[in-house]
């Protein structure tokens, strides 16, 4: 799935052409006089339009594709293609992660991505006859499954760790989700085998590859989920990310992590040790 990485977000060039001086000062970069003048201009201007330009000086090789600093209050939600970041209304700091609307316990990220991406909507969502609108419909209004066909999925594409002859668990993970990292230190203590099976929620396929195709994936992913920086190796073949991201697309997978016991039973989300460890014995999780 082509997408603008995170890693694509934090490759600058501070070349300063006498443009981007210009915005510099409109930024407040460019010393304490200027930057009283750019705060001036600054409170005349749209403030999209400001922050869409501070970021085109601030990040000169990503393309941003759409600018938004009325949804969240203090902050600009940036699109830069399928990727989705987070920003203060100077452009000062950066955040890459997702929102949550505690209130109405929405996923603002991920409802926004899904937009970007519609054919995560449409993936799988209904009728043979239906035409493109009918299927986002379908798609957002099914049920989400509670068992899913394991025997699917090949064996290309699964990372696995933990106790060898454990409890299998499959989990549908993203690099860049902070829930999964959770999931993934909580796995760490119990006695199971997991078989971690990446997709790309947040626009991370170059992360996810470069972590898949590593000389030790297990280590790759662990260092991925401390933010450490994953170098990437020669290309491997990676059909089998492809097959995750197409398990994930037909069984309306839109968010991470996704738990699958070796039964087919989905859990969605994170949850502690403690409850992992009851529902792995068959009790619910409440």
Not at 87 to 108: F, K, Q, W
Not at 186 to 206: K, M, N
Not at 238 to 251: C, I, P, W, Y
Not at 270 to 277: D, T, V
């Amino acid at each position: 799935m082509a997408s603008t990485s995170t890693s694509t977000v934090a490759q600058t060039d501070w070349t300063l052409s006498r443009r981007q001086w210009a915005i510099a000062a409109a930024i407040g970069l460019a010393g304490a006089g200027a930057g009283m003048v750019g705060t001036m201009a600054w409170a005349k201007r749209d403030t999209g339009t400001a922050v869409r330009e501070a970021l085109e000086f601030r990040l000169p090789k990503t393309k941003i594709s759409a600018v938004d600093c009325s949804k969240l209050p203090g902050l600009c939600e940036i699109a830069a293609g399928q990727t989705l970041f987070y920003t203060d209304p100077n452009a000062r700091y950066l955040v890459i992660g997702r929102v949550y609307d505690m209130e109405s316990r929405t996923d603002l990220t991920a409802t926004r991505l899904l937009e970007l991406n519609p054919d995560t909507l449409l993936a799988g969502a209904a009728h043979n006859n239906a035409d493109a609108r009918g299927e986002a419909q379908a798609a957002t209004t099914a049920a989400p499954p509670t068992r899913v066909p394991l025997a699917n999925l090949p064996k290309a594409g699964a990372i696995r760790w933990g106790k060898p002859g454990g409890p299998r668990l499959v989990v549908f993970s993203d690099f860049r989700c902070s829930y999964c990292r959770q999931l993934s230190e909580g796995l760490s203590g119990l006695d199971v085998e997991v078989e971690e099976r990446p997709i790309s929620v947040l626009g991370t396929r170059a992360l996810t590859e470069a972590v898949y195709c590593a000389k030790d994936p297990v280590k790759a992913l662990h260092a991925a989920y401390r933010g450490e920086e994953v170098s990437a190796p020669a290309r491997c073949d990676t059909s089998g990310l492809d097959a995750n991201e197409a398990f994930a697309r037909k069984h309306g997978f839109t968010g991470t992590p996704i738990i699958v016991r070796a039964d087919g039973t989905v859990l969605r989300g994170y949850h502690p040790a403690p409850a992992l460890a009851a529902w792995l014995a068959g009790k619910p999780v409440a």
